[in-house]
């Protein structure tokens, strides 16, 4: 633990030099959790020496915890093979396996990778592909992007600002980039439509063909989309709407990019959460967990033809200097062989199950637990004035404060991650959780929507 001056003093310098790129201010830094010096296993430690168990997780990406010996060991063996990027970039060992691995668990057709850096690389890239794609096939004309709002996140580029679903995350960088449609998500507990399942028939997914009709298909190359809303609140899509999805871009000749980025390797119970909803995909986007939490790495994964149309013309311009990296590979190779090792899908869908049945009860009981959602180990816990409304509370940043201070009072970071949207708890729970450790977890969330209730209703 740093000593009491070390500590003030890297919060001066925090204060002096440091901006931070999600939207925190000074005050921030004052809050235990704020600057970490330490993390092993599924807790973080700060420079104030308090420690909280992780329920974010890095957003999905130390989906096996910190510090995972087998991973730490496959790292560590490899850098010292390779420690930097390559000669003229091209591939080591590792990432060629990985890309062999890639091909083996994921769905369908899904065979070849572009590796980059992060999970922003990805989407672009595959923004980059599908239009690239279509011009080698002689349909130049289709370059537009369809994307989900509000809430579907894809990254913080300025095209992907341009297809984000965060108006607070757009409107700063206005004029955005052109040809990006927007159509809307689904959220069933508050439907954009104020319709209802199943009298609606999936109306939220019949509406890309309109939206599709409308711009003409012979313009649009793709649509990008999660699965789970993540940026939403953690807002599974309702049963039959992506396979509608899918459908309807097969139909109009347009390309369907996933983007699981979150939720993709393990955590929602399948390798990719695409094959829990039965399709899939043209393009896959996989980052963040893909080296095991272990630095930046990230994949557009392709299927089989259009991998062959870019291998076939040899011109794909999308990489980086640091895109690729072998001792990130064979850290992600490490993390896949224990999650086989050790059967942690299964393990996801034990964490849903646990955690469902908990906040099921206190759904069930509490006046302000409006909506409780979850993929495997992927979680959300909806906060509401009023039930029977679905009203927000007046000041949705104070009640998000309020229950991050309650969850380190009981050793746990809990986060209200969007606020924008209300007051929606978000948890990325480590797959390698113990039972008791998800006992923790759900008893500080059952305090902190007892006291929510008694002091913000």
């Known amino acids: 633990m740093a000593t009491r001056q070390e500590a003030d003093s ?15 201010g000074d005050a921030f830094h004052e809050r235990p959790g704020a600057i970490i010096e330490s993390a092993d296993g599924h807790y973080a430690v700060d420079i104030n020496g308090t420690r909280l168990f992780d329920t974010e997780t890095c957003a999905s990406a130390c989906y096996l915890g910190f510090g995972r010996p087998e991973v730490m060991q496959a790292l560590q063996e490899e850098m010292a093979r390779i420690p930097c990027t390559t000669p003229l970039f091209v591939p080591t060992a590792p990432l060629l396996k990985l890309g062999e691995k890639l091909a ?84 069933c507990y508050r439907c954009p439509f104020e319709k209802s399942m199943p ?77 829990k909803h039965g399709f899939v995909p043209d393009i896959l986007c996989i980052g963040k967990a893909i080296s095991a939490g272990c630095g930046a790495l990230a994949v557009t994964h392709l299927s089989e033809n259009i991998g062959r149309v870019l291998v076939e013309c040899s011109n794909l311009h999308h990489g980086f200097t640091y895109g690729g990296l072998g001792y990130l590979a064979a850290a992600g190779l490490a993390g896949i062989a224990y999650v086989e ?14 955690m469902g049945a908990r906040l099921g009860v206190l759904a069930a009981q509490s006046p302000v637990v409006g909506d409780v959602r979850m993929t495997g180990a992927i979680q959300g816990i909806e906060l509401v004035r009023d039930k029977a409304t679905k009203s ?17 009072e009981h050793g746990v970071l809990l986060s209200c991650q969007f606020p924008h949207y209300g007051n929606i708890i978000t948890m990325y729970l480590p797959l390698t959780s113990t039972d008791d450790e998800l006992a923790m977890v759900c008893d500080s969330i059952e305090d902190a929507t007892r006291r929510v209730e008694q002091r913000y209703r």
């Open 10 to 24: 890297l919060l001066a310098i925090a204060r002096e030099y440091y901006v931070s790129g999600f939207g925190r």
């Open 104 to 187: 083996s668990i994921s769905p369908g057709n899904l065979k070849y990778s572009v590796f980059s850096a992060n999970g922003t690389d990805a989407t672009e890239g595959a923004i980059k592909i599908t239009r690239q794609y279509w011009k080698v096939m002689g349909r130049a004309g289709k370059y537009k992007v369809l994307h989900r709002v509000p809430g579907d996140y894809h990254g913080m580029s300025l095209s992907m600002v341009s297809a984000s679903g965060h108006t607070f995350r757009r409107s700063p960088y206005e004029p955005l980039m052109a040809g990006f449609i927007p159509f809307h998500a689904p959220n």
């Open 199 to 275: 009298d609606c028939q999936l109306f939220c997914a019949r509406e890309l063909e309109k939206v599709i009709q409308f711009e003409d298909p012979e313009t649009i190359a793709c649509v990008i989309t999660e699965n789970t809303n993540t940026g939403l609140g953690i807002v599974p899509p309702p049963p039959g709407y992506m396979q509608l999805i899918s459908e309807i871009c097969s139909r109009y000749g347009v390309l369907l990019v996933a983007d699981e980025i979150i939720t993709g390797i393990a955590k929602t119970g399948a390798w990719f959460e695409s094959e």
């Open 341 to 354: 090792e050790h059967n942690l899908l299964e393990r996801a869908r034990q964490i849903e199950a646990f």
């Open 392 to 408: 927000k509370f007046d000041d949705p940043w104070e009640v998000a404060s309020f229950i991050s201070q309650v969850g380190r």
